[in-house]
Structure formats: structure tokens, C-alpha cells
């Protein structure tokens, strides 16, 4: 892999990630770019000991452009992208509204005496998987579900040693019902100032079976159970298990995680990345086959926090879809949204038969 960065017209990062030594990436971004928005504001909410990001100006981004005006589409004659390029493998670049940023301004130091207040400092990229409009991340070869990952286990390293970083979360939603604005197969990147409450949650269960057991992983248990069992296990190879938790939130949940306990993307071997594709592909292919239509998902990698309690972590994707029927969502109505208690229409056991196309819906 060929990693060359360049600057766009307005001083942000893009990085290409080619699978030819000899690509040559030195075509400038010539559009009039004003400078970029400064960093949010996060605002802590002490009833529930979290942080919220307030990004005002993403209320401008771009909204489901027609393929014509996509911006993460290469550059032409006719039209300037975001990618300077007339084609291209794999592009990341700095977020043109980002969340975080590290172009930090000066904030209160509290809005009331239990309201702190601190710049959103940080990082969002966005990952292109391909220059094909039409593709999605099912159709890619598994040469190039390699180079995304290297390319993501470069960022979670590169974002990882920026200072005031403490978790760095790759992530992939897909379709207009899970609330993307840009059509083309992309992914993004998000490098926190603090560990995000969903894995402060799933550290805290970890610590306590650790203390329970001598030290045992709690993630790696879990999956051990699941594969001893083989009721909810999907697919497998030397490698990595997909398998639907038993106890899965979503109506269609997957997690796909390697058998070796490793705290993030990087620490993965050059055999288990390219034992991920192939496995990986098959389940994309298998939600997209389950109602004969595109199926909306989020692709969410749970990695360990940069520099706390990264023995605890155990590094996996959680693949789900709100999809539930082929005409029928699953929303976050009163129980979810206003208490955090899930309620699911489908049994795990019936959705990873059905997965593996065992069973009639």
C-alpha cells in the first residue's frame, strides 16, 4: 500500500491509500475554499456524567446531492471535488464539518456551576472505500476491504498519539434510513477528547468480571461461549467469528471479532486482516439478501481507549440494521430513547438462522 498526503485549498489533510506503487497523487485542489469552522463545544451534562458536542454548522453540510454533484466522487474537468484526483483506491481526509476538530477557540469556562464547558477538540475524517458512486462496501473485493483496514488501522495510530485523544472510533452508516447525507460508500473516523459512555459501559462490565474471575476477559468469554454453542454463530474461519449476541439489541445485530484478545485495529496480524474480508463480504452480502433490498446499517468497530484500560478491551465490529421487516423500521421510541431499555421485535436465535438462511421469516 501507497500512502501519500496532500493539503486541500483550505488547509485540510487528505491522504490517498493506493494498491499501486506507482500512483502518482500530485494534482492540486483548486476550488475557493473559506477557511474551515472552528471546533465544537462540548457542554457536560452532570445527570448523567456525559459530554454533548454542539456543532452549529453542521446545520450547512451537504444533504443527498444528486450522483452528478457528489462531493466524494474524483475531480473532473467539469467538476472539483473533494478529491483533487481524476481517480482513486482508498481516500481519507479531515471532515469539511466536523464534529471535532483541532482548530479549538476559546470557550467559558462553565454555563452554570454544574455545566462545564471545553472546546470539542479532536478529529473527524471521512473514509472513501471507493471512486465508484454506485458500489457499496458488499461489492468491493476482498484486496480492497485490506486496504480500508490498513487504512484504518493507519488513522486509529495516526489519530491515537494526538494529544489530547482518548478513544479513536471507526465507524460505516449505510443508507438513507439510518440517516446518511452523501450516497457514495464512504466511512468516517472520530478521534474523541474522552472515552465515549457506550465503551466506559462495556469497560466497566469487563472490570468486574476480571476482578470475579482472576483477571479473565470478559469479551473473549463471551465469545468463546458463543462458539462453543454455535446457535447464533453466522460464519466463521481460522480467524474471526460473526455471531449474533444473545442478548442483541438491534433486529438484525452482528459482532465479528478475531479469536486473538487485541485491543484495536493495529494490533491485528497481516493474516487476520486479510482472514476479515472474505468473512466480512459474506455478511454484508447475506443482510443485503434478507428482504432482496440495499439493507440500512451501521458498521461501528469498538476499539480500547488510547491510553486507559486497554487489557479490558477486546476488539470487534457490531454490524446491526433497524431494519426489522421489509416494509418496517425499528425506531427509538419511549423505552429506548427516554430509559436506554431495548425491546426486540426478533429473537436472536430466529434473526441468525435466518442469516444463515435456515429458517422462513
Known sequence: MKRTAISLADGRELIYFDERDDAVRDQPDRRPLPPPPPASQLRYDPLTDEWVALAIHRQTRTFLPPADQCPLCPSTAERLSEIPAPEY????????????????????????????????????EVVCFTDDHD????????SRVRTVLDALADRTTVLGGLPDVEQVFCFENRGVEIGVTLHHPHGQ????????????????????????????????DVLAAERASGERVVATNQHWTAYVPAAARWPFEVHIAPHRVVPDIPALTDAERDAFGPLYLDLLRRFDGLFGTPMPYIAAWHQAPVRVDRELGHLHLQLFSIRRAADKLKYLAGSESAMGVFINDIAPEQAAALLKGRAPY
Open 89 to 124: 483506491a482508498v481516500a481519507v481526509f479531515e471532515n469539511r464539518f466536523p464534529a471535532l476538530s483541532e482548530r479549538v477557540v476559546a470557550e467559558p469556562a462553565a454555563i452554570t456551576p454544574f455545566t462545564a464547558v471545553r472546546p470539542g477538540q479532536g478529529r473527524c
Open 135 to 142: 458500489a457499496s462496501f458488499a461489492t468491493l473485493p476482498p
Open 189 to 220: 473516523v472520530y478521534a474523541y477528547p474522552f472515552v465515549t459512555p457506550r465503551t466506559r459501559s462495556l469497560l466497566d462490565a469487563a472490570r468486574r468480571h476480571a476482578e470475579r474471575t482472576g483477571g479473565g476477559n470478559l469479551y473473549a
